[in-house]
């Protein structure tokens, strides 16, 4: 009886710890949403850059080239001015000078 109750014990500690080392599955992402410069397969889409750069106040945004840097590169209007933009790797807007 004591031996089957150690093994019980034995058991039970070690699927607590095999469960502690598994990543939560539920809530959370151990992906990043974009990944560094230079990596393949970027998460951002030409979709989530045109709703970054419209969140950054640009409105009529189009012509978005992806680079091989990850970086990508279009037009917009802002104040009713055309400008060229950019959104890096990492997810920055900017208009080009």
Known sequence: MKLILTAAVAL???IGVAAAQMPPTTGTSTTPAVPPAGMPGTAQTETSV???IEASGYKNVKDLTRRE???W???ATKNDVEVAVSVDSAGNVTQAQ
Do not use: I, R
Request: aromatic share 0%; proline share 0%; hydrophobic share 15%.
């Open 12 to 14: 039970v500690a070690s």
């Open 73 to 75: 590169h279009g037009t």
């Open 50 to 52: 045109k709703t970054q």
């Open 69 to 71: 840097d990850g970086s």
